[in-house]
């Protein structure tokens, strides 16, 4: 079976034309979360153990073959699972700038940042974006599902200490939906404690199973960022792509707007 380990331009709103690189490629979602929010579906291996899914030499050959075809503005790692769960991330993330040229950027959804291995390999790339949407245990289990080695305090610690080592450009992403719209305010005051560089308020206008908060709930939400450096997904522009690989990827990861 062919590996389509890259895909895109994809349009983001966060970051431009994002040429993506799905480290895990799984049939169906490897994951260390299930959140319920979900636009894959439901997660078919949770786990926390590392290993290598895709090895470097194929990414290497797949993105000197994509950049011949299309344009992007950064090399972002995504994909059908969290990607920290690649135990050649690190590798993967100086195979793509040396191929590339271009910014690297990280979508994670923070579990594994308890891991100072996981922190070092990460602190490879220029951007990295994490994943916080709850603001106590009860609320954690309901909307990301974790693995159960993974606790919201261990997140929280995590991010933290990845903010403190890590000298790239750090966003934190909070899903809001109709069960956490309540708790943006301690939501808030943790992110303070955190302090990235910006806050991405988001809701889920891809394909989900839950239903996406409303421009009007989505602004009472912000009320509790206020003085922060946020972003939120309504209001962001998002730039057109031109040419693009691996549709039947982008289709199957929900990434056609
Ligand atoms: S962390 Fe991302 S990929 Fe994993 S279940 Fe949550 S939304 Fe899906």
């Known amino acids: 079976m062919k590996i389509t380990t890259v895909y895109g331009p994809v349009s983001s709103w966060r970051l431009g034309r994002s040429l993506g690189i799905d480290p895990i490629c799984a ?6 979360f299930d959140c319920m929010y979900c636009s894959l579906g439901r997660t078919a291996r949770k786990t926390v153990d590392r290993r290598i899914f895709v090895p470097a030499r194929v990414v290497e ?4 073959e994509a950049l011949k075809k299309v344009e992007a503005d ?10 920290t769960l690649a135990e050649n991330l690190g590798e993967l993330i100086e195979t793509a700038r040396d191929v590339s040229g271009l910014p690297i950027a990280v979508l994670t959804n923070s579990s594994l940042l308890f891991r100072k291995d996981v922190r070092r ?9 994490g994943k916080l949407d709850a603001s106590n245990d009860e609320l954690f289990k309901r909307i990301n599902c974790p693995h159960e080695k993974i606790s919201l305090s261990k997140v929280i610690k995590g991010l933290e200490n990845f903010r403190k080592e890590f000298a790239g450009s750090f966003a934190l992403e909070i899903m809001f939906v109709p069960e956490n719209k309540q708790f943006s305010e301690e939501i808030a005051k943790i992110v303070r404690t955190i302090k990235p560089d910006e806050i991405q308020i988001n809701t889920p206008l891809r394909p989900s199973p839950v239903r996406p908060l409303t421009p009007a709930e989505l ?9 922060m450096n946020f972003r939120t997904v309504y ?12 549709k039947k990827k982008i289709k199957k990861l929900k990434r056609v707007d």
């Open 27 to 32: 049939e169906r979602k490897i994951c260390t």
């Open 61 to 64: 050959r797949a993105l000197k």
């Open 74 to 83: 950064v090399v972002t790692f995504s994909g059908t699972g969290e990607p």
């Open 121 to 129: 390999e990460l602190a490879r790339a220029d951007v990295v974006k």
């Open 219 to 227: 602004r009472d939400v912000q009320k509790s960022f206020k003085g």
């Open 235 to 246: 209001k962001a522009g998002k730039p057109r792509v031109g040419k693009v690989i691996g």
